[in-house]
């Protein structure tokens, strides 16, 4: 059943959005996101109406993340805690159609936790793209794997061993290379393991007051972790160590961070809370000084995200704000006002292949948003740039060629004074003759 | 990405030597193997060239190239390397260098095809065709060159950094020796099918319209290796590396990134004092500070490079006139058109396989035993002194002692490769200081692509006789190859002097070196070895 208030809250958001990005963006731009916008909420009333004549609306979600997959096809994987006695937990994975900028309006696969299990907290996926582990609330952590095809889809759990009945976990994390594997614990606990051995590398139980966020480098050489109350640590993954604390003030509370992932700029990216107001740090990971900080998101910063080839930083606000930075120049790209409003942000993740970033909350569920960021060259854009320098320089080349005969032939008799005259008679008829005889033959 | 792929790269780091690195020590090589088959090979064919399309069979000499044609054969590739670093350069500041390999890959298998195809069948048509793909060859040769740099510096083990380096280093040796390997085998093979009379016995006999065929297979074999180089590295997993650290520009890269961040508000002493190291370390390449800190370093780097491709190229390029002009090689006329290739390029593979791969194996184990002063200094002078032995008693050489005259050219490589032709790409990598590094670097660079051009077009002619009876068709009288033998020794004088301008880096931070810590607090951490490549 449609009730009004529903529909006149709809129409709200719809409009609200309308005037904002008459404000900020040109009107091609807008007519697209307005579309993609559109087709988001289209999607979930449509959802929220099916889930509503079925009689049991689906829990919130809690937290989802991209799966990266052969053949640059993209999967999202949602989180959703139960509702009630009716609605339990579940894991659904979607696919993502990047020429639409939507979710599939229904799951390829779902997987229904049992109700002793909890709810999902944080999902992290290997980037292999077979398998992630999901964080549950009764405090251990699963595995769960992928496979089959897309229109065969099936999820597969597991039990870890090593992670069972460890208290809920904050964060969880994999290393950019796989092998290695680290949960942050909400009781301070910090463990990192071998991937998939799950030898155990570190195990703190007073790492922090409670895990904040945590982060691995590019190279999968350092963890950096973060506490609620503010400090910040950096761990050797290869052995465990403490290698540093991060420097601030007494007013500052490092809240978020993350790696960058361009390999030319060795830089650690922290949202840093300086009594009302929410900044970005930046230090530099070869000596974990600071280098300076900048103002991007005007609320305070619930979740950070770094694009996978590192041209990106993205910031979600616990107000709903997502805005997106150009890492290069430390400039505002992408901002949307109140994308879940009033909301804080949950997760807030970067499209492996596209533009486009997943952000989910608990009372506006999963979006995915196109970024109006400057279009990345195509491949085949580079090849034509080559094939038009290939094809000006045969041109040039021809003209020279058809232009200089002088060049290419050999010197006439008569360029050289001192050859005698007779010489000259008699090889006119000579060159004529050894050009037929002796050229190769026709290719 | 399969988990496997991304485990090597866990494994490169933690695992001693095993089988992974020797993957990635191919990998990583075949960039430069490809590079050095590509730019030399063609040397290895412009005496066929010229037998086959210029021959005047009323000259009692057999047919060369004419001088604009040898000069435009010969030094049309180094003018696309040229243009390739400039343009792949943007290209991958724009896209990122990955996004390029495989581009420039493409573009050596298929030009290196095509130069050896032909539009039509004049020797003017053919001409031109194979100067314009040698073009783009070295086009796409001057895109994966510092690719190839790039590669192997990513996938360097952090425990066995140099060892790696070494190994990587010497393929460019190798690629040369493959060359050489690959003409010998095609000229023999013609040569047992064919029993051809000398030039002098019947000109019109020496040779047979097939011999086409050697040249276009020897130039475009070298699509072989570009191809495997393109498989091999479409397989390896994306990056994972802070390469800014590896290649010491941690420091550059924060200076680029405070420059759009807010900086700390320090208190005013540490404010007084901020401002004044920044302002003693910010002085711009065009500004006195550099010019009184570094401008003879400058000079020092950019014309010992200068200095030594002239020396290199014009070796590499014409040794085998030297090769004739004493004699070890016979004289054009007593042979056939493929007993000549023959010839060259075993006399060529003997030189690359005796001097100038040891001279790399020997470099790299003393490099940082020695010190990259000592030596480039000490190449320098071997250099000379060996051009000089060779030019002095020039006439002794050519009339009596045949297997003394090679030996010692050989030294001259050898010399070449264990001195100058390392140590000019590795100094100016290390002695200047963060913010102008890579422009420094840049400037001695091309002020040895200068150089290259200098040795590959003007030896050509210096070299011919001064007697005019005794010049190739078509050129004009040089300074004949003894003095042009003198020349480069007095080069080589000329590149030792300069080296003294040039501080020793061995077992110093950069910092230390380029003065940056003079004024810096904080010790930057110390990076395990460097990245150490030679150009092709």
């Given amino acids: 059943m449609l009730s009004f208030s529903s529909l006149t809250f709809l129409f709200k958001i719809c409009r609200r959005i309308q005037f904002s990005d008459l404000r900020r963006a040109p009107f091609v731009a807008l007519q697209l996101e307005k579309r993609s916008e559109l087709a988001i909420w289209v999607s979930n009333f449509r959802t929220l109406s099916m889930g509503n004549d079925a009689g049991s609306p689906q829990g919130p979600v809690t937290c989802g993340s991209w799966i990266r997959r052969p053949e640059n096809l993209n999967l999202v994987v949602l989180g959703r805690s139960r509702r009630g006695s009716s609605c339990p937990s579940l894991l659904e994975i979607f696919s993502f159609d990047p020429k639409t900028t939507s979710l599939s309006t229904s799951p390829l696969t779902t997987y229904v936790l049992e109700a002793e299990e909890g709810d999902p907290v944080a999902i992290t996926v290997h980037p292999s793209g077979d398998d992630f582990v999901c964080a549950l609330s009764n405090g251990s952590c699963k595995l769960f794997e992928l496979y089959g095809r897309e229109t065969n ?272 008679v008699l090889k006119d008829p000579q060159s004529y003759d050894d050009q037929n005889i002796w050229g190769p033959v026709d290719m | 990405m399969a988990g496997g792929q991304l485990g090597v790269l866990n494994a490169l780091d933690v695992a001693k030597t095993q089988w992974y690195h020797f993957t990635a020590i191919v990998i990583a090589g075949m960039g430069f193997f490809t590079d050095a088959y590509d730019l030399f090979c063609i040397s290895l064919v412009t005496k066929l060239l010229g037998r086959l399309y210029y021959t005047d069979i009323t000259n009692p000499k057999p047919g060369v190239l004419p001088p604009n044609v040898q000069a435009a054969v010969t030094g049309v590739a180094l003018c696309g390397t040229l243009a390739g670093q400039l343009f792949f350069g943007w290209l991958g500041d724009k896209l990122g260098r990955k996004r390029v390999y495989g581009l420039t890959l493409m573009l050596m298998v298929v030009c290196s095809v095509a130069s050896g195809l032909s539009f039509g069948d004049t020797p003017k048509g053919v001409m031109a065709t194979l100067c314009f793909f040698r073009f783009w060859l070295g086009f796409g ?241 071997f250099m000379t002194v060996f051009m000089f032995a060779l030019a002095i008693p020039y006439n002794h050489w050519k009339n009596h002692n045949n297997i003394g005259f090679v030996v010692m050219y050989s030294f001259t490589f050898f010399f070449s490769n264990f001195g100058p032709n390392a140590t000019t790409f590795v100094v100016p990598a290390e002695i200047f200081p963060a913010r102008l590094r890579s422009t420094c670097h840049g400037i001695s660079a091309a002020a040895g692509k200068a150089g290259a051009i200098v040795g590959a077009f003007g030896f050509l002619y210096a070299a011919q006789s001064t007697n005019p009876d005794k010049v190739d068709h078509g050129y004009p009288t040089g300074i004949g190859v003894k003095n042009s033998l003198i020349v480069l020794g007095v080069i080589n004088f000329f590149g030792m002097v300069f080296t003294l301008l040039v501080p020793e880096s061995k077992g110093k931070s950069l910092e230390e070196l380029s003065g940056e810590n003079e004024d810096d607090g904080a010790e930057a951490i110390e990076m395990a070895g460097s990245a150490r490549t030679v150009p092709v």
């Fill in chain 2, 141 to 381: 040769i001057g895109g994966d060159y510092p690719l190839s740099a790039t590669i192997m510096s990513e996938y360097a083990n952090k425990k066995t950094r140099g060892a790696f380096i070494a190994a990587v280093f010497a393929m460019q040796g190798f690629g040369i020796l493959a060359g050489g390997i690959v003409a010998l085998i095609v000229s023999s093979a013609y040569d047992h099918k064919y029993d051809l009379p000398s030039y002098k016995d019947n000109p019109a006999g020496s040779k047979v319209d097939s011999l086409d065929y050697v040249w276009r297979i020897i130039l475009m074999f070298g699509a072989v290796p570009a191809g495997l180089t393109y498989y091999w590295r479409m397989k390896m997993p994306e990056t994972a590396r802070y390469t800014a650290l590896v290649a010491k520009n941690a420091k550059q890269a924060a200076s680029d990134m405070s420059k759009v961040l807010q900086v700390e508000v320090e208190a005013e002493e540490d404010k007084l004092q901020h401002m004044v190291e920044s302002e003693h370390q910010k002085y711009g390449l065009f500004s006195k500070e550099f010019a009184k800190r570094h401008g003879l370093h400058l000079v020092g780097t950019t014309v010992t490079w200068f200095l030594l491709d002239i020396a290199f190229y014009s070796q590499n390029l014409f040794q085998k006139d030297i090769f004739s002009a004493i004699g070890w090689i016979p004289p054009a006329q007593d042979m056939n058109a493929i007993h000549e290739v023959y010839r060259i390029a075993r006399a060529q593979t003997l030189i690359a396989l005796c001097s100038t791969v040891p001279g790399y194996w020997f470099t790299v184990a003393f490099i940082d035993i020695m010190g990259r002063f000592a030596i480039q200094l000490m190449g320098f002078f």
């Fill in chain 1, 153 to 424: 889809m099936k999820l597969l759990a597991k039990e870890l061993a090593p992670l069972q009945g460890i208290g809920p976990q904050k964060c969880i994390s994999f290393s950019v290379d796989g092998s290695k594997f680290a949960a942050g614990g909400m009781d301070g606990h910090l463990r990192i393991m071998e991937w998939p051995s799950m030898r155990v590398i570190l195990d703190e139980p007073r790492a922090h007051n409670s895990v904040q966020d945590m982060d691995f480098s590019l190279d999968s050489e350092f963890l950096a972790s973060t506490s609620t109350d503010g400090s910040a640590r950096i761990w050797k993954t290869e052995d465990g160590v403490p290698l540093n604390t991060l420097s601030r003030n007494s007013d500052e509370k490092i809240e978020l961070c993350r790696f960058s992932k361009d390999g030319t700029k060795p830089f650690l990216f922290c949202s840093v809370q300086k009594g009302d107001t929410s900044v970005t740090a930046v230090y530099d990971i070869s000596t974990w000084n600071k280098i300076g900080h900048k103002r991007l998101i005007r609320k305070s910063a619930s979740v950070m995200s770094i694009s996978n080839d590192g041209k990106y930083l993205s910031l979600g606000s616990k107000d709903g704000d997502i805005c997106v930075v150009e890492v290069k120049k430390m400039q505002i790209y992408h901002y949307s006002k109140r994308l879940h409003l009033g909301t804080n942000i949950a997760s807030l993740e970067f499209c492996p292949g596209e533009r486009v970033v997943l952000t989910t909350s608990v009372e506006w569920g999963a979006l995915v948003t196109k970024l109006t960021v400057p279009k990345d060259w195509k491949e085949w854009q580079i090849y034509l740039v080559l094939l038009g320098l290939f094809l000006a320089s045969a041109v040039a080349f021809y003209i020279f060629f058809e232009n200089s005969d002088s060049f290419w032939n050999f010197p006439m008799g008569k360029d050289q004074p001192a050859r005698p005259r007779f010489k000259p």
